[in-house]
């Protein structure tokens, strides 16, 4: 049973990885962007009014507080995708799958909300829950190791 198991959990993290390695590269760029944006001095206009001005300064940082959580959050995504892959750490491969559901955390979230979803549809399965719970024991042949 170990194997298949192993065969059904793969797509989905490796899916979550994918999005993990996206994200965090993504906001590694807008955090880049948004350095060369502030040390060069590219923003609105000097003749635009001042609400202008505060709703771009607004979206600015709204942007730059998403890059940061895409980068930090990309790593525990890429983590608990690679725990789902060895069937260790259940609750870890949950919250690796629930974080790339939400929004905010990613900038991929286009590929994150269904790697997220597929992830979490896997792990509620019940023969998937419970090989999380137990050793692996090899039979003697080839497999994963």
């Known amino acids: 049973m ?3 198991v192993k065969d059904r959990v793969y797509g989905p993290a490796t899916g979550l990885i994918v999005a993990g390695v996206m994200s965090g590269l ?3 760029a807008q955090l880049l962007m948004a350095s060369r944006q502030s040390m060069y001095g590219t923003g609105p206009p000097y003749y635009i009014d ?3 001005r505060a709703g771009y300064r607004m979206g600015y940082i709204a942007a730059l507080v998403v890059a940061f959580l895409s980068l930090v959050l990309a790593p525990v995504i890429i983590y608990g995708a690679s725990r789902m892959l060895k069937l260790t750490g259940y609750k870890l491969s949950r919250a690796a799958a629930v974080l790339a559901l939400i929004p905010c955390t ?3 979230f286009l590929v994150g ?3 997220g979803i ?3 549809i896997v792990l509620n399965k019940p023969e998937i829950r419970q090989a999380f719970d137990q050793p692996y024991q090899p039979s003697g042949g080839y497999g994963w190791s």
């Open 26 to 28: 993504s906001g590694l």
């Open 106 to 108: 990613s900038c991929c």
């Open 50 to 52: 001042e609400a202008y």
């Open 2 to 4: 170990y194997p298949q």
């Open 113 to 115: 909300i269904p790697m």
């Open 118 to 120: 597929w992830a979490l």
